[in-house]
């Protein structure tokens, strides 16, 4: 079966520190990858993507390398700020074909709580 | 566009009531499909749907259950609730293989 692997937190920062999330992932065919935050109190929200081998993707500041031969999705942002403080989730999805169309069912990591001190 | 919708936001039960959550999807959206976050069990899929049908069921038992509408408006049941139910219950619907998540329903059962 599918699963995500990430670092367990929670994961404290000075501000404008430097930082890495890790996450692995087994998967069956060829899954798409993303990152998704969730600040407290709300829902998540996808922070990024990537859907093939070495895609990086990005947004407000982080990247993630699809990186196929490692099986791995490390999230990473140069300068982080308080306002980033929230929990990181990494999760993979492969299509399942239906007659009504492609459908996305993710796995998700556990999360990883970040805190960012000023 | 108003995103994704779910009500109620926070209610309360006891053991062996049961509850039912609603979950609005953005406007043109025919997939919607549902989550429980635990901090023991992180996030578990439960179902999807598209076009009133349930495409995907996750492995939940099935005091849980699920519907559709023809507006794409989606319902959540959970019968008999246990103390182990409570949750965040979340909602998405999705666009070309992108979840878009509602704020959720926070369900406490005592």
């Known amino acids: 079966g599918n699963s995500v692997t990430q670092m367990e937190g929670p994961v404290t920062l000075s501000e404008e520190a430097f930082l890495t999330i890790n996450c692995t992932y087994t998967a069956t065919g060829y899954p798409s990858l993303f990152w998704y935050v969730q600040y407290p109190g709300e829902g998540l929200q996808l922070l990024l993507k990537a859907t093939k081998a070495d895609d990086k993707g990005s947004n407000k500041g982080f990247e993630a390398t699809y990186r196929k031969e490692t099986t791995s999705f490390h999230l990473e942002k140069g300068s982080v700020q308080v306002s980033d403080s929230a929990v990181y989730f990494c999760a993979l999805s492969v299509p399942v074909s239906h007659a009504s169309g492609g459908s996305y069912i993710p796995t998700f990591g556990r999360g990883t709580s970040l805190i960012v001190h000023p | ?110």
């Open chain 2, 1 to 110: 566009k108003a995103g994704v919708t779910q009500t109620p936001r926070y209610l309360i039960k006891t053991r062996g009531q049961q509850v039912t959550l609603s979950c609005s999807p953005i406007s043109g959206h025919r997939s919607v499909s549902w989550y429980q976050q635990t901090p023991g069990q992180g996030l578990q899929f439960l179902f999807e749907y598209f076009s009133e049908t349930q495409r995907n069921k996750g492995n939940f038992p099935g005091r849980f259950s699920g519907r559709q509408f023809s507006n794409s408006r989606s319902e959540m049941n959970v019968s008999t609730l246990e103390l182990g139910d409570s949750a965040l219950y979340l909602c998405a619907s999705t666009d070309a293989g992108e979840l878009f998540f509602g704020e959720g329903s926070r369900l406490t059962v005592l």
